[in-house]
């Protein structure tokens, strides 16, 4: 029996989706989550505030940048306010500077329709850095056809490349609404059809979204460094 803490550190709740910040925790607690995180485009930012009791819910964002000077510019404008800071990637400028900036926490769908968009350097990055590389379940979801084979080749590119340097990796479902979401079982076995196991779902469910969790929890400063009051 599975006992982890999952976590979807990936939805976008209204005004950008389709579904209210409530009615999503309420889902994701149906379906098995300890807690989600709410990575509203930074257009479409959303202070979470009153939730649901039951289900954890996470102030985060995914910022969506012109180049790499808007990149740090935003981060710099969001860091302090929220604990999950993920990047909308795809081009391979912002790409690049997602995984060398480490104050990001998530690179989300760097692949740019042809490739994965990462490449040894970029894992290496990632790796050095602490910035994981994001799996989004939605287009596996909805795409069919010569899509969705080009997508689960890309899915299992970056996934060998962050295996290879150690790069931390995450698995969101991306959900606009709570018909996007799936429960935890069905998001691990989505994650085989890339040939991600169950050991490394999990930890791309688990181990690495409570890891982010942590280095954003209140009196976190540094590994090996403690606040004692």
């Known amino acids: 029996m599975i006992r982890e803490a999952f976590y979807d550190l990936g939805v976008h709740a209204y005004p950008e989706g389709g579904s209210t910040l409530s009615l999503m925790a309420l889902k994701a607690k149906e379906y098995g989550y300890a807690g989600l995180c709410i990575v509203n485009h930074s257009d479409f930012f959303l202070d979470v505030k009153k939730v649901p009791e039951g289900v954890e819910v996470v102030q985060g964002v995914e910022v969506v940048a012109r180049d790499a000077n808007d990149l740090r510019?935003?981060?710099?404008?969001?860091?302090?306010?929220?604990?999950?800071?993920?990047?909308?990637?795809?081009?391979?400028?912002?790409?690049?500077?997602?995984?060398e900036e480490g104050r990001v926490d998530i690179l989300m769908h760097p692949q740019d329709g042809k490739t994965g968009g990462?490449?040894?350097?970029?894992?290496?990055?990632?790796?050095?850095?602490?910035?994981?590389?994001?799996f989004e379940l939605l287009p596996i979801i909805y795409n069919k056809g010569g899509s969705r084979v080009r997508i689960l080749s890309n899915y299992r590119s970056n996934l060998a490349l962050a295996k290879k340097y150690g790069a931390p990796f995450v698995v969101v479902s991306g959900a606009m609404s709570i018909y996007d979401m799936r429960d935890v079982r069905t998001a691990l076995s989505l994650c085989r059809l890339f040939g991600m196991g169950e050991k490394d779902a999990i930890r791309g469910l688990s181990f690495y979204p409570s890891e982010i969790l942590r280095r954003s929890s209140p009196g976190y400063i540094m590994e090996g460094v403690q606040v004692i009051g």
């Open 73 to 99: 510019r935003q981060v710099d404008r969001f860091r302090k306010k929220v604990r999950v800071l993920a990047v909308h990637g795809g081009d391979a400028a912002i790409n690049r500077a997602a995984c």
């Open 118 to 134: 990462i490449n040894h350097v970029l894992a290496r990055l990632a790796a050095d850095k602490g910035v994981a590389i994001g």
